[in-house]
């Protein structure tokens, strides 16, 4: 069992920045692939970055360029660094962990955590 806790999440104007992390225990950090997801209210739940366990990362179009995501094994942390914020990206932000690079499950979420974006 995997355990994901996120914390950063607040309220900022547009333009701003603010920085997600994901603390991982229960299973080797190293090992893992790493997501993040948002929910916007009344929206489904939208896929928005990852980075695999060989630090290869992709990003959903709408993020690239403003978003970073990056993961420290030491601390079995990842980020997720979100610059020029728009109010659009105003969701509950969730980390997800997969065992499998060729699946599109992610078997552990964390319980989110809430970002929203002023105009």
């Known amino acids: 069992q995997v355990q994901l806790l996120e914390s950063g999440g607040g309220l900022v104007q547009a333009g701003g920045s603010l920085r997600l992390s994901c603390a991982v225990s229960?299973?080797?950090?190293?090992?893992?692939?790493m997501g993040w997801f948002r929910q916007a209210p009344g929206k489904e739940r939208e896929f928005v970055s990852r980075i695999m366990n060989d630090g290869a990362t992709y990003y959903v179009d709408s993020v690239k360029g403003r978003f970073t995501i990056s993961r420290d094994n030491a601390k079995n942390t990842v980020y997720l660094q979100m610059n020029s914020l728009k109010p659009e990206d105003t969701a509950v932000y969730y980390c997800?962990?997969?065992?499998?690079?060729?699946?599109?499950?992610?078997?552990?979420w964390g319980q989110g955590t809430q970002v929203t974006v002023s105009s």
């Open positions: 229960g299973r080797t950090f190293s090992l893992l692939h």
């Open positions: 997800a962990a997969k065992r499998n690079c060729h699946s599109n499950t992610y078997e552990d």
